[in-house]
């Protein structure tokens, strides 16, 4: 029975190890892996798209990235902080796939693209959807969210990707993630924020009523504050 204990303790301090070397380790086995397995680095995807597409990207004249995403009007909207500290309009793409409604993502399967504010969490040059980004859904909002309606399955894995095909993601054509994929890449993940919202709050203002959820005028109250914040703009 010691045995038996023991091996299961070192089982299990085995895969904790694992684990957190797979998280917090990947800067060091990824570089092996992908040199091993042949897949395409950033900065070799990086590499072809300045080679195949005439896409003139200054890295240097923006501090930071916005990208807003509009559901409503089908639109994401890439915005770039100059050093003086305005806003300037870098590029529209329009969204090529789209799936669910109006309002936030609840639940894993539900085909809701979410909303509310998120950070990049990495870059994919070996998407089955040409190039991909990560978002932080569900960010600490959702998760709350989450917690207090006794939702425990909120899904994962939204992107913003190339092709069309989605199912609660963002995509904007394989021509449209490259040259993001581009500027994201130069202008560093950790410096861009998605602003995703179910309609463009510059233009209008409406109430929004989600069944099933009580808190939806506080994320889109939410959402609107950082429009204000980034552009002005003070609907009520």
């Known amino acids: 029975m010691t045995v038996f204990k023991n091996k299961s303790a070192w089982f299990f301090v085995l895969l904790l190890a694992g684990l957190s070397f797979y998280y917090f380790g990947k800067s060091a086995w990824r570089p092996v892996w992908v040199k091993l397995t042949g897949a395409k680095s950033v900065e070799q995807a990086v590499t072809e798209i300045r080679f195949d597409r005439p896409f003139a990207f200054d890295s240097g004249k923006w501090s930071e990235l916005v990208l807003l995403g509009l ?104 021509a449209g993630i490259e040259e993001l994929f581009l500027m994201v890449s130069e202008v560093g993940k950790l410096n861009v924020t998605a602003v995703i919202s179910p309609y463009d709050m510059r233009m209008k203002s409406k109430r929004i009523e989600i069944p099933g959820i009580v808190w939806e005028q506080e994320l889109h109250d939410n959402i609107r504050a950082e429009f204000n914040r980034l552009f002005g703009v003070e609907n009520e």
């Open 71 to 174: 559901k409503e009007e089908r639109m994401l909207e890439v915005w770039g902080r100059l050093k003086s500290g305005e806003l300037e309009l870098i590029k529209r793409y329009p969204i090529t796939g789209f799936s669910g409604g109006p309002g936030p993502k609840l639940r894993e399967g539900d085909g809701q693209i979410p909303e509310g504010i998120y950070a990049i969490e990495y870059l994919n040059p070996n998407s089955q959807f040409h190039l991909s980004m990560k978002l932080n859904y569900p960010n600490a909002f959702d998760k709350a969210k989450g917690k207090a309606d006794g939702r425990d399955r909120l899904g994962f894995d939204i992107f913003i990707h190339g092709g069309s095909a989605t199912i609660g993601c963002i995509p904007i054509g394989d």
